[in-house]
């Protein structure tokens, strides 16, 4: 189990006060929180948790080499263990349907000095050909290489749609290809990110996602600091993006700790691993924390601090879209090892 250090420091005890308290003197929730705290999950009891499955495989990497066959065996793995059945075509139809249309979202940047994405993507298709997909099935997104397993997928639009969409702090056009499908899985690498904190599942669906990023860093620098919050959370939050989301799978093979975006080998940590999850926040949440860990115990520049902060982790959550709050016990992490086949 993942020994967690970084406690959320927000108390939904105290959101409900405060909402008590806006209804009885008569305010709207804008006059105290930009958000509304709530659970994304529908259970006031607390008796369902977000389910994150870490993978792990014999010799699946090392260095750039990667083990084709240890890698599908992950997928197969973790796939029917977090559908909870034990047939491989019964456990991909739990996330995606015969006709649905399914991006296959890589994380590009620093993907080829990484050096596992392409492998990844053969293993992923392989598995979903064997659970009888077919590869008009899907499309593959943010890959510079593709494998040979991705003749006959759908190619990529790529360019921007024509209308503007408002994501409350801002307004922007979304990729193209995000009108050619019904579906995702996002499959992003993790990674450090010096300028949002963390590059997980909800920044590869939110920065590559529209066409003038660099017009929010520079207003992030000047307003926000450098944290993604809250745009990150708000992207991500547009149903022309969460509502295709089926399926989290962090490429955590390789692990970039300190640096990025910017790849130096010196600072990759091979964990070995595939990690699933339907909830985004729950997933980068135990992806912020394997970062914390490798940089308590790999070698970092003198005076670099350990931890790394990703506040709209904490948006993202009092949005509704997943869990961070450690302290209620809310995401059960568990480290496995893949089936044989």
């Known amino acids: 189990m993942l020994n967690y250090h970084e406690k959320s420091s927000v108390n939904p005890g105290f959101w409900l006060f405060l909402a008590i308290s806006a209804i009885i003197m008569g305010l709207s929730p804008q006059a105290w929180a930009p958000y509304r705290y709530r659970h994304a999950i529908d259970d006031p009891l607390g008796r369902q948790k977000s389910l994150v499955l870490d993978v792990h495989g014999d010799f699946a990497v090392r260095g750039t080499k990667v083990h084709l066959a240890s890698v599908r065996r992950m997928f197969n793995t973790g796939v029917k263990k977090l559908a909870q059945m034990d047939d491989l075509a019964s456990a991909w139809r739990y996330f995606i349907h015969d006709d649905d249309v399914v991006a296959l979202t890589f994380t590009k940047v620093g993907g080829r000095a990484m050096g596992t994405n392409k492998t990844v993507a053969a293993a992923l298709l392989q598995s979903l050909y064997l659970a009888g997909f077919k590869p008009e099935n899907f499309m593959l997104v943010g890959l510079e290489d593709l494998p040979e397993e991705a003749r006959g997928t759908r190619p990529c639009r790529y360019g921007w749609q024509k209308e503007k969409l408002d994501f409350d702090s801002d307004q922007d056009y979304l990729a193209g290809w995000l009108e050619d499908v019904t579906a995702i899985i ?3 690498s993790l990674m450090d990110d010096n300028i ?3 590059r997980g599942a909800m920044a590869n669906l939110s920065w590559p996602m529209i066409k003038s990023p660099a017009k929010l860093y520079k207003y992030m620098s000047q307003k926000h600091g450098t944290s993604g919050d809250p745009f990150t959370a708000e992207i991500y939050a547009l149903p022309q993006i969460r509502g295709k989301v089926r399926l989290h799978i962090f490429n955590a093979l390789r692990i970039l700790y300190y640096g990025g975006p910017e790849v130096k080998q010196t600072y990759v940590f091979e964990h070995g691993s595939l990690i699933f999850s339907t909830d985004p926040v729950a ?7 394997l970062i914390h860990r490798t940089r308590r115990e790999e070698t970092l520049p003198a005076n670099v601090d350990e ?7 904490e948006t993202a959550q009092a949005m509704g879209l997943g869990y961070n709050a450690l302290e209620l016990d809310f995401i059960d992490y568990q480290c496995i090892r893949h089936e044989k086949e």
């Not at 931890?307 to 982790?313: D, E, G, H, K, R």
């Open 186 to 188: 996002n499959i992003p």
């Open 196 to 198: 949002i904190g963390l």
């Open 283 to 289: 997933i980068d949440r135990v992806g912020l924390e």
């Open 307 to 313: 931890n790394i902060t990703a506040p709209y982790l």
